[in-house]
């Protein structure tokens, strides 16, 4: 059975800092991979989605790359701000019609 | 507005109702999805649709049903709440299920079940 883990459970930073979020998965046959964002009370909004056979994508200040062989992807944000301060979570999707998640990193990003 | 709805947006019941919760898309996405989140074991698929009358079961569908008879709607069906079931439900759909494709979510409901 698939299993998602990330870490940290949560992270605080000072604003313009770098940072690196980690999405580990058990099985690396995946047919993709994706990091959201979820605002307290809210649902989640999809950042970056990569395909199985990418090694990242890029969207803005965000990065996302892929290791399928060791089942790890991370997320890096560049240059933090406030407005980035959210719990970001990685799902993956195997070839069935599954979906797993993960269960969150809640981001503080202080001005 | 376009987009993905829920409603209602909280509800609080008791042991044994009946609850529906409502989901509403306007993009005529063919997948839809319904979730539970819960702290410790975050988001988990209860069922989902490939298309109007077409569903299937997720991780977690034990004391859930749902219909979907018209493409944009996708109730899911508490037929005898519990407590476990208190919970934030998300439901999600997608154009499809291909490498690209991404889902998009509502709101949530979050339900109280005393």
């Known amino acids: 059975k698939q299993e998602v883990t990330q870490i940290p459970a949560a992270l605080s930073v000072p604003e313009g800092e770098n940072l690196v979020l980690n999405c580990s998965f058990t099985?690396?046959?995946?047919?993709?991979l994706q990091w959201f964002r979820q605002d307290p009370g809210k649902g989640l909004t999809s950042l970056l989605l990569?395909?199985?056979?990418?090694r990242e994508q890029t969207s803005g200040r965000l990065n996302a790359s892929l290791d399928k062989s060791s089942g790890r992807s991370t997320l890096y944000i560049a240059a933090s701000q406030p407005g980035d301060s959210a719990t970001y979570l990685c799902?993956?999707?195997?070839?069935?019609?599954?979906?797993?998640f993960g269960p969150g990193t809640r981001l503080s990003v202080l001005p | 507005d376009a987009g993905i709805t829920q409603s209602p947006r909280y509800k609080i019941t008791e042991t044994g109702r009946q609850v529906t919760l409502m989901c509403h898309q306007t993009?005529?996405?063919?997948?839809m999805f319904w979730y539970r989140q819960d702290l410790g074991h975050g988001l988990r698929l209860i069922y989902y649709s490939a298309a109007a009358d077409i569903t299937d079961k997720g991780e977690v569908p034990d004391g859930y049903v749902v219909s979907r008879s018209k493409t944009e709607n996708f109730p899911l069906t508490l037929e005898s709440a519990t407590r476990s079931q208190t919970s934030v439900y998300f439901c999600?759909?997608?154009?499809?299920?291909?490498?690209?494709?991404?889902?998009?979510f509502g709101p949530g409901t979050r339900l109280t079940v005393l």
């Open positions: 799902a993956v999707k195997d070839y069935g019609q599954n979906f797993v």
């Open positions: 999600a759909s997608s154009q499809l299920l291909g490498y690209t494709d991404t889902q998009y």
């Open positions: 993009w005529s996405h063919s997948y």
């Open positions: 990569i395909q199985s056979s990418q």
């Open positions: 099985d690396s046959a995946i047919y993709n």
